[in-house]
């Protein structure tokens, strides 16, 4: 049995910043692995320790070298291998949509033939939360999106994944999945644990397989998107809130009297 | 192939509100594009639900008799039946969490593209869209060089409509590929019972993950004692073991209305203000000036909660 899960390495930016161009100019971006991707590597990591037979996890990602970093903390807790997809015509794409991505982890299915494929609900950067479900649709596996509980039992032994799909307001929703199947993992639904030292000493020597779109069989054509990214600005504050100044004392001061007006603290 | 179809949500036999905003922004985008507005009921009491559903702006109700509840494979099915009969040039579904079950896989079927979590739009000639980025520290806009496309539109960005149309209602002949129907809904379950109802308290002090660690929790707790609040939180706080759900405040958790809410490192990201917009006075203390919860706070205090937090215990004891 193989386990493919996404893992994408995300920009977050930091309190002050500028923006240059059409994106955040980089020396405000601090890259890390995406929340909810780490919650899917925990989810494939666990279902591999839980099999009697063999089951790889292989990892991939679409990203530049330097998300080499990222990949290896998955790598660190229990990745086997990972695959990472990248070149100058991904590079020189402006705008990796939903369907570009699609096209590259197809081919990457194509490859590697898993069993199952897990990916976060959304990565924290673009928040467009589909890729998953679309890919599912592309190779054809079924899907559930935003599992938040999955009976890994049933997916080793029945070939079924009976999942929890956390909808709004607190109401969750009990749905059996036929294999193969995409799903798309929220945070919470397990603890994600810390790479051990032997962790990652054993990453180094993983290997992290490069992929160029000729490789996959694919050209430009795959990342030439429908969508374009044309203004990114700071959204014009709707905050009409007063602030309070001075250092934390006076801040404090000022709002416990704003607090006792609204009647807090009142016995 | 003007036209615009709309796709309504409901569960459990309610609709749910992003359908009645799905009708403002489907009769806008028909507007700017000089075509009709189709409406697509699926699942479950269709016939009372095209009725409530027969809203000002709406020039075609088409429902889909199939099933009771969502279900991501009879509704990307129904979808992609209905876009092949009407010929619509823009399909709007909602950003919700079935949405984003169904959406994605209806933009692949019909090699559409797909902008999620649509904020904004404006048609003119060609379509962009306003969405967030970076956890809604951005803003950007997308433009659609496609002349169809698929959006899924974030609930409480478009107002509601209320007032009654006069639609045509139509059954849609619609059978579906019963073999590719694999996934099956059991059942659902309510989560986050418990000891406290945050929803009932008048003063709920809640704690973000700027709170770093589990041991600084304590920090908060005094903060609600010294108050007289409840102590509520963020998700990544429930996520991670150190309180339990039914503190969680959101989207996925509990929609609270207090008369003071108190933001103690919670950045503000939408599923959290889901839970917490319609509180009274809201107070927000960030170290991130840049932090979207300033946009909906009355109070802020741009300052580390480590510093400030203690401060104000002891103006209240
Ligand atoms: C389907 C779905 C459902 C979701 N449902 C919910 C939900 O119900 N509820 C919910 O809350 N989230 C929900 N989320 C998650 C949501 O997107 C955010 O990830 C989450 O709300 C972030 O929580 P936070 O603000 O505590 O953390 P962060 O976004 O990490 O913010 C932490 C904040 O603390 C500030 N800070 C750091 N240090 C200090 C300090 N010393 N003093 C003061 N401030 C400090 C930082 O500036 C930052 O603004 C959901 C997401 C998805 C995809």
């Given at each position: 049995m193989k386990v493919l899960v996404t893992v994408k390495e995300v920009a977050e930016v930091e309190d002050d910043f500028e923006i240059a161009d059409l994106d955040?100019?980089?020396?405000y971006l601090e890259y890390d692995l995406n929340e909810w991707d780490e919650y899917a590597v925990e989810s494939a990591v666990q279902l591999a320790e839980a099999a009697d037979e063999e089951v790889e996890v292989v990892s991939v990602t679409i990203g530049p070298e330097r998300s080499e970093e990222t990949i290896r903390m998955a790598l660190a807790k229990g990745v086997d291998r990972a695959v990472r997809v990248w070149d100058d015509d991904i590079e020189a794409a402006e705008f990796l949509d939903v369907a570009s991505k699609v096209r590259l982890l197809e081919a990457v299915v194509a490859e590697e033939d898993p069993d199952i494929v897990l990916s976060g609900v959304q990565a924290h950067d673009t928040g467009f939360g589909a890729t998953g479900v679309a890919l599912a649709d592309a190779i054809g596996f079924e899907w559930g999106a935003v599992?938040?509980?999955?009976?890994i039992e049933g997916v080793l032994n029945d070939g079924v994944a009976r999942v929890h799909r956390e909808l709004e307001g607190g109401i969750e929703e009990l749905t059996e999945i036929d294999l193969p199947a995409v799903l798309t993992i929220q945070t919470g639904i397990n603890e994600p644990r810390y790479a051990s030292l032997r962790g990652i000493r054993q990453a180094q020597s993983k290997e992290i397989a490069p992929k160029t779109l000729s490789d996959l069989g694919l050209d430009f054509s795959a990342v030439e998107s429908e969508l374009f990214l044309t203004d990114m600005y700071e959204p014009e504050t709707e905050s009409d809130a007063t602030y309070f100044e001075g250092d934390a004392g006076e801040q404090a001061a000022a709002l416990a009297s704003a607090l006792r007006e609204k009647g807090v603290g009142a016995e | 192939m003007s036209d615009v179809l709309i796709v309504a949500e409901h569960r459990r036999g309610e609709i749910r509100d992003v359908s009645y905003e799905l009708v403002t922004a489907g009769r806008e985008l028909a507007d700017a594009t000089g075509g009709d507005l189709h409406l697509a009921v699926v699942s479950g009491d269709v016939d009372e639900f095209a009725t409530r559903l027969n809203l000002d702006g709406v020039d075609a109700i088409h429902t889909v008799?199939?099933?009771?509840e969502f279900n991501h494979d009879v509704y990307a099915q129904a979808t992609c039946a209905l876009v092949d009969d009407i010929d619509p040039q823009f399909v709007l579904m909602p950003n919700s969490v079935n949405g984003l079950d169904y959406a994605p896989a209806v933009a692949n079927r019909l090699d559409l593209p797909l902008v999620s979590d649509a904020v904004g739009m404006t048609f003119d000639g060609g379509l962009t869209v306003t969405r967030e980025m970076y956890g809604s520290k951005v803003e950007t806009t997308i433009e659609v060089d496609a002349e169809r496309a698929t959006v899924t539109i974030r609930g409480g960005e478009w107002k509601a409509t209320d007032a009654d149309g006069d639609a045509d209602i139509a059954a849609f002949d619609f059978a579906p590929d019963e073999s590719a129907i694999n996934s099956t809904v059991t059942g659902f379950e309510e989560v986050a019972g418990g000891d406290v109802d945050i929803a009932d308290a008048d003063v709920l002090v809640s704690v973000g993950r700027g709170i770093e660690d589990e041991e600084n929790i304590e920090l908060v707790e005094e903060l609600a004692d010294a108050l007289g609040a409840t102590l509520s939180s963020s998700r990544p706080i429930v996520d991670n073991g150190w309180?339990?759900?039914?503190?969680q405040v959101g989207q996925s958790g509990k929609v609270v209305t207090p008369k003071v809410y108190i933001a103690v490192g919670i950045s503000g990201a939408v599923q959290h203000v889901?839970?917490?917009?319609?509180?009274e006075t809201i107070v927000a203390i960030n170290t991130d000036p840049n932090a979207p919860i300033f946009d909906i706070a009355d109070y802020g205090v741009v300052g580390d909660l480590f510093e400030v937090v203690p401060e104000l215990i002891d103006e209240f004891q």
């Open positions: 955040v100019d980089p020396r599992v938040n509980a999955l009976d | 008799d199939y099933g009771e309180l339990p759900k039914n503190r889901a839970g917490m917009k319609g509180s």
